[in-house]
């Protein structure tokens, strides 16, 4: 078969990509997804009358279109929700984000943080080699050692002296010195990050995002599984078919993709410049109404999961009358076993989060093989070399994965509008 445009992942930015085209008026592309139903980690399921998504997807919408069209898709069922999530450190629990909320530490530690930006300060400013140093910078010692250090070494699997500062930007809040110091004293009224308010849908989870872009798109087609591909001759391999097209758009993880293209091996050896991290998400549903939040964060060594969320927290509609949800992120190389269920268990009713005697409906691991691509120091030549020589040959890699970066649902949204009037 022969289509003018062949899209390769039907997750948020494939959606995109083809819905918009179809806006256009073009028809003539093959949206190409090798599970059963489209969505990617943007799926959700629904289990005893519980809704979960794959672990926290929540909707940051900052643009006008994006806030436009995410209404236009779901009409009425969507909800704006205010932001309430802590860092649960050494039976403290501060406010997030931790740099700014220093008065809820104990009169130590905050103490110490504020020497240690103070510290800081008075040092000459200059350009961080790494994440570790741009936090030593911007924080000071204390901060980094109590909260960034070991979070960002769950969350990467790695030392943050590994990774550069490419990805800091709309991810780590950046209070002023002047706000640090001040909120060591009193909390502060002001919100901080992309995620001070966020958009879910009211039934559904973040799948009805997907079902309303999936609607009437003539060229999607699940359970295809692309095989190989040939840029020289623009063909590729799927279902034991072979597919010509002009235009390849890629939103699979790029090492994946680099890994399908036939005879090039220049490109295929960029795949093993990128690195990732993968997680493993414990999902609980218990007979009980947890006291709402968002999310917590978890620092501690001697927690497992470095991440909560209170699935049902986000919409009622997750989880029935009297019940909640929870989904708890790990590192992916931690085993998903009893021994760490009862691990993770104990952890919960330590910190208070569930009772001894609540009663566990049912609960189930989830695996993400691709989470985060770490930006380490070989990720910024290699993505850029990749994706500037596919594009000089008409493949567009897009979203979180096509370009392999650190990004919310919204740009997915926005890549898709963008790659579809580029096409057209």
Not at 64 to 93: E, P, Q
Not at 180 to 203: C, T, V
Not at 206 to 215: D, E, I, R
Not at 329 to 339: D, F, H, I, N, Y
């Amino acid at each position: 078969m022969h289509v003018k445009t062949l899209i390769l992942g039907a997750g948020l930015t494939g959606l995109s990509t083809a819905y918009h085209l179809q806006q256009l008026g073009k028809t003539d592309y093959l949206l190409a997804e090798r599970q059963a139903v489209p969505g990617g980690l943007c799926a959700s399921q629904t289990r005893k009358g519980f809704t979960f998504d794959c672990s926290g997807h929540l909707l940051h919408l900052h643009t006008d279109y994006g806030k436009k069209l995410v209404k236009k898709l779901l009409k009425n069922n969507l909800s704006r929700i205010r932001r309430r999530a802590w860092i649960y450190t050494a039976n403290a629990r501060v406010p997030f984000p931790f740099q700014a909320n220093l008065f809820a530490l104990p009169p130590e530690r905050r103490q110490a943080c504020a020497e240690g930006l103070l510290k800081a300060a008075a040092k000459p400013a200059r350009e961080p080699n790494n994440f570790e140093q741009w936090c030593l910078q911007s924080f000071g010692k204390p901060i980094y050692d109590i909260f960034m250090r070991p979070y960002n070494t769950k969350l990467w699997g790695c030392s943050p002296r590994r990774l550069t500062c490419d990805w800091c930007g709309d991810f780590v809040p950046l209070p002023s010195r002047e706000e640090i110091l001040l909120s060591a004293q009193k909390p502060l009224r002001k919100d901080y990050g992309y995620n001070a308010y966020f958009y879910y849908p009211k039934r559904g989870g973040c799948g009805a995002l997907v079902g309303a872009l999936a609607k009437g798109l003539k060229g999607l087609r699940t359970r295809l599984a692309v095989t190989s591909i040939d840029l020289k001759n623009k063909t590729a391999q799927a279902g034991g078919k072979t597919i010509t097209f002009e235009n390849l758009v890629n939103t699979l993880p790029l090492p994946v993709f680099l890994r399908l293209l036939k005879a090039e091996p220049r490109l295929t050896r960029l795949a093993d410049r990128l690195t990732h991290t993968s997680v493993n998400v414990y999902n609980l549903a218990l007979k009980k109404e947890i006291a709402p939040f968002s999310w917590i964060y978890f620092p501690d060594e001697q927690d497992p999961f470095y991440r909560i969320g209170l699935q049902s927290g986000f919409s009622a509609a997750n989880a029935p009358a009297g019940a909640s949800s929870l989904y708890i992120e790990l590192p992916g190389a931690l085993p998903r076993s009893k021994q760490m269920e009862k691990r993770i268990w104990k952890a919960l009713i330590q910190k208070g989060i569930i009772d001894r005697h609540d009663e566990v409906l049912f609960s189930f691991w989830q695996f993400l093989p691709y989470a985060y691509a770490v930006y380490d120091k070989r990720r910024s030549r290699a993505v850029r070399q990749a994706v500037e020589t596919l594009a000089k040959r008409g493949c567009f890699c897009a979203g979180r994965y096509g370009k392999w970066e650190y990004s919310f649902m919204e740009s997915s949204l926005l890549e898709g509008l963008a790659l579809a009037e580029k096409l057209v």
